[in-house]
């Protein structure tokens, strides 16, 4: 049985939500932050060597990093299931998003975040390189979102489900989701399918369920 290595605020609650969609049975492993630097207990690195969340465990495998893990899901477990055929456009755009989610969309967020927490109080850096390319990459979400429902067409698929951290964060900061409302309106319906829900209370606590100003 998969066991999802679940760290409280984190990435892992998309790895509880795409196992909720497919119906797949699965135990969750709690681990919390550290309250001073917020990081991931060292108890993790005896799962995995980075110690970071997600990772899951089924049988001998160790699987981490979430698009892997969702890759890893959707191929052994899915069933056809949240994937596109093979070859088709659809697919492609599948696996761009995919990968998009931690390659692209999620550095400049990262890099905010540290900025906030660590920086010296120089605000160039971001006023000249992270917050133009939080624009840059936002807009260009808000404008894909508004050629289909979901980020590969109209059938929903694991890549929303990838994409879902990313816009949670974004939705926290007022400035950012009152201009994007396809952003406010994808993340809205992610929120209302009752396996986002399911995740939810397995899961426990995840401050971006409401993340939504």
Request: net charge negative.
């Amino acid at each position: 049985m998969i066991v999802v290595h679940h760290l409280n605020n984190s990435r892992s609650q998309r790895v509880l939500w795409l196992l909720e969609e497919l119906g797949i049975e699965y135990e969750i492993k709690f681990y919390e932050r550290d309250e001073k630097t917020m990081l991931a207990p060292t108890s993790l690195r005896e799962v995995h060597p980075l110690g970071k969340s997600p990772v899951i465990t089924d049988g001998a495998e160790t699987v981490a990093e979430s698009g892997a893990i969702i890759e890893y899901i959707v191929s052994r477990y899915g069933s056809g299931r949240l994937i596109p055929p093979s070859g088709t456009p659809e697919r492609l755009r599948y696996t761009y998003w995919l990968h998009y989610a931690e390659g692209s969309a999620m550095p400049p967020l990262v890099m905010n975040l540290v900025f906030n927490r660590f920086g010296t109080g120089d605000s160039s850096v971001n006023e000249g390189f992270i917050a133009p390319q939080i624009k840059l990459h936002f807009d260009y979400i808000e404008d894909e979102l508004g050629k289909s429902t979901w980020f590969v067409g109209e059938e929903f698929t694991a890549a929303d489900i990838q994409m879902s951290f990313p816009l949670e964060i974004v939705a926290i900061q007022a400035e950012l989701i009152s201009s994007r409302p396809k952003i406010k309106q994808f993340i809205e319906r992610i929120h209302a399918r009752p396996a986002y829900e399911r995740a939810l209370e397995r899961g426990g606590r995840y401050d971006f369920a409401n993340s939504i100003q």
